[in-house]
Structures are given as structure tokens and as C-alpha cells.
């Protein structure tokens, strides 16, 4: 199994270009999260959905956008890049939270992706 | 609103100690907890969980964590480190709230010397 797959794993933006951070589950999993990480910060939750066309905001949604059209897939979206979303992004999914099965609850993530904004 | 810390930023400790890196985490209602362990340049592995039941929770790679309610702490513990648990360690709480997020703490380097 693939997992989660995210692409690309490094990326240069200038600012205000835009691009798409894409991420894909293969294990048909309803839940999904984009988190950024920034050093002595941990993870800090951007966006999330609970399935197919459900999308929330999370702790830091400004500057982003996220769309939700199949289960398998949930890309993020920068529409003009700023020196403040200089991060490491990372993807996640789980399945089923709240019911405690053994592999329930638990986020799948992806590798990240490095993006620098200059 | 639920928050999460992590007392250490960073701990060095000599190969075969023992280690205990501290969470401590607020919330109004109850929660699910978690640690994860993030090697270089990778993305996060679950080490463990508590969900329910038994407070002593034993996970991958011979640690454990204890919850403890009344002082809302769910710290790690590893009788004897190695090497390779060189690595960023993340508290992690999450609550069904129609979403189910999950929230980190800032994380605690884990340094193995030799």
C-alpha cells in the first residue's frame, strides 16, 4: 500500500505565485488533515475534512484554501505565497476516530513537502 | 479549549538510561492521547495511544506512557534508550468534535549520546 502520498516534496515559490500541495490516500479513509510545521512549533492544523465535498478550518487557515472532491484526494491550495508559509507541510488521514478499533484514531501521514517562500 | 505542552524542548541523555519526556495537556472535555515519533526527514509514526481502560499504555519500540487524569499528564517513558530514538517526539490530543482534530504539542528533541 502506498499510504499517503504527497507531492512535490520540495518546492521555491516568489511571492504571490500560487500553487497546489497534493495529497492522496489509498486506504479510503474519511478523515483527512494538512498540518504545517515550524520549528519549536510542532504541527499546527490548517485544514481538514471529514469526507467527500466536507471540508473545516483548522488553528491556521489564513492564506490557504482546500478542496474535497473525491475521498481519495485533498490538495491545498496557496493562492499568493507569502515568507510566512515558509514550512514543512505534512498530510494526514485516519479512519473511523472515536470508535478505538486498533488501527482507528490514528493518523496515517504523508513524507511532506519543504516549501520555501522567497 | 484544548491545548497541549511539552515541559522539554529539548533532552540529551547517554545510551542505556532511562528517559521520561513530559506532556501535560488542558481540555473541558475528555480526549484522546497520543505520541508520535518523527525521524529525520520523515513524517510522523504512532508510538502509542490512550483511548480508554488501562492508564499504562505500552507502545512500539519499548516505550510506554501513563495518563493520569487528575494531574492531566500522559508522559513517555523508556528504561533504556538507544541510539536510534535520536529523533523529535510529539504529544498529541484529539477529541470528536465533529471533526476529530487532532492537536500537537511543540515537540521534545530527543538526543542519544554515546
Known amino acids: 500500500n502506498a499510504g499517503v502520498t504527497q507531492t512535490p516534496k520540495f518546492r521555491i515559490l516568489k511571492i504571490g505565485q500560487s500553487m497546489t500541495l497534493q495529497c492522496a490516500q489509498d486506504?479510503?479513509?474519511?478523515?483527512m488533515y494538512w498540518y504545517r510545521q515550524d520549528p519549536g512549533m510542532g504541527l499546527k492544523l490548517i485544514y481538514y475534512s471529514v469526507g467527500a465535498g466536507i471540508t473545516d478550518k483548522g488553528e491556521v487557515p489564513n492564506g490557504y484554501n482546500v478542496s474535497r472532491s473525491t475521498t481519495e484526494d485533498f490538495p491545498l491550495r496557496l493562492e499568493l505565497a507569502a515568507p510566512s508559509q515558509t514550512s514543512v507541510y505534512f498530510c494526514?488521514?485516519?479512519?473511523?476516530?472515536?470508535?478505538?478499533?486498533?488501527?482507528?484514531?490514528?493518523?496515517?501521514f504523508g513524507s511532506g513537502t519543504q516549501l520555501s517562500v522567497l | 479549549a484544548q491545548s497541549v505542552t511539552q515541559l522539554d524542548s529539548q533532552v540529551p541523555v547517554f545510551e542505556e538510561a532511562p528517559v521520561e519526556l513530559r506532556c501535560n495537556y488542558s481540555s473541558s472535555v475528555s480526549v484522546y492521547l497520543f505520541w508520535y515519533v518523527q525521524y529525520p526527514n520523515q513524517g510522523l509514526q504512532l508510538l502509542l495511544k490512550y483511548l480508554s481502560g488501562s492508564t499504562l499504555v505500552k507502545g512500539i519500540n519499548g516505550f510506554e506512557a501513563e495518563f493520569n487524569k487528575s494531574q492531566t499528564s500522559f508522559h513517555l517513558r523508556k528504561p533504556s534508550v538507544h541510539i536510534s530514538d535520536t529523533a523529535e517526539y510529539f504529544c498529541?490530543?484529539?477529541?470528536?468534535?465533529?471533526?476529530?482534530?487532532?492537536?500537537f504539542g511543540a515537540g521534545t528533541r530527543l538526543f542519544v549520546k554515546a
Open positions: 498529541a490530543v484529539s477529541l470528536n468534535t465533529g471533526g476529530f482534530k487532532t492537536i
Open positions: 486506504m479510503n479513509h474519511n478523515y
Open positions: 494526514a488521514s485516519t479512519s473511523n476516530p472515536g470508535t478505538g478499533g486498533s488501527t482507528n484514531e490514528k493518523l496515517f
